[in-house]
């Protein structure tokens, strides 16, 4: 099974980005049924993520398909997102 990618963009000091990367991380080692990966990038250092993805607060989850998750989320509801997300990119071959 392919591994999703997801982009994180976070800022300095924000404890909803450190909220939501930890729920990621438990989600990537616990036996999630979908594959996934996800790289940080810190908001300040990457002014052109912040272009590209119209970012207005923190954090920003993206999806391979293009949806944008604008906040943060209890890790149930985010392990849902992941699997629907995930499923609507193998339909659309974006992994």
Known sequence: M???????ITIPNCNACIRIKNNLDVLVYSKI????TYEVFN????????????????PLLIFPNGY??????????????????YKECLDSDRL
């Open 2 to 8: 392919e591994s999703m990618r997801l982009l994180l």
């Open 33 to 36: 049924e979908t594959p996934f």
């Open 68 to 85: 944008v998750l604008r906040f943060c989320m209890g890790i149930s509801s985010l392990e849902e997102l992941i699997v629907k997300q």
């Open 43 to 58: 908001a300040v250092e990457h002014p052109e993520l912040v272009e590209k993805y119209e970012m207005q607060s923190a």
